[in-house]
């Protein structure tokens, strides 16, 4: 069985300052863990995924990811905010010899004020 | 890049019309996905296939049914159209190989009113 939890609904952050978006999974083995954006009135685009290896996994956008195994965490992150990261961000998790089908966290809103 | 179809950005049907969401996908491949994504829900999975002819339930099959008769083209059907469909529908499509570390490719959406 697999989960994963995005506990904030919505994160607020001036522009400018560094962003997290949290995301916390459960699995039965090795975890995949993928990142995707979600612009108004369009689909979802992936941002970064972790497989194995470094635990900060870079991605699209200026935005990265640090995997923590005993935390069983993957939160997003960027050193400094622009309004235009203001979107809907999906966090996902599958695992090795899982089926290819990811489980999807609800979502999490980040604005970015100017 | 990849790219996956949504034949319609907004479609407006009347209860009980059988409506057909289209998607197609350029990249050869093996594994399609739909999705519905309502507000406070997150997504969820309708139905997905991972071959020409397959098909497999998703979380919320009741209502729909699929159809894949060509390896590129994935189609959800509403048989019978009712209020409670009222949606944005997100096809999505990943690569067989290593399935479980590939990233879903994501159409734009189809926003269905029905009214």
Not at chain 1, 38 to 66: H, W
Request: proline content about 4%; overall charge neutral; aromatic content about 14%.
């Amino acid at each position: 069985a697999q989960s994963v939890a995005q506990p904030e609904d919505q994160v607020n952050v001036a522009e400018g300052n560094p962003l997290t978006v949290k995301c916390t999974y459960s699995v039965s083995g090795n975890p995949y863990l993928f990142w995707y954006v979600q612009y108004p009135n369009r689909g979802l685009q992936f941002l970064l995924k972790y497989i194995t290896g470094d635990n900060l996994v870079k991605g699209s956008y200026g935005f990265e990811a640090e995997f923590n195994k005993s935390q069983t965490s993957f939160h997003l992150k960027k050193p400094s905010a622009l309004v235009s990261d203001s979107a809907l961000y999906f966090c996902a998790v599958n695992f090795q010899g899982g089926s290819y089908i990811p489980t999807f966290g609800r979502g999490t809103s980040l604005i970015v004020h100017p | 890049d990849v790219k996956v179809t949504q034949s319609s950005r907004y479609l407006v049907k009347r209860t009980g019309e059988k409506v057909f969401l289209e998607c197609v996908q350029d990249m050869d491949h093996e594994n399609m996905f739909w999705y519905r994504q309502d507000p406070g829900l997150g997504l969820r999975l309708i139905y997905f296939s991972y071959d020409v002819k397959m098909k497999e339930k998703g979380d919320i099959p009741e209502g729909y049914s699929v159809s894949r008769e060509k390896k590129e083209r994935f189609s959800l059907i509403l048989e019978s159209a009712s209020t409670n469909q009222t949606s944005m529908y997100l096809c999505a499509s990943s690569a067989g190989d290593n399935s479980y570390n590939s990233p879903l490719h994501f159409g734009n959406g189809t926003r269905l009113t029905v009214t």
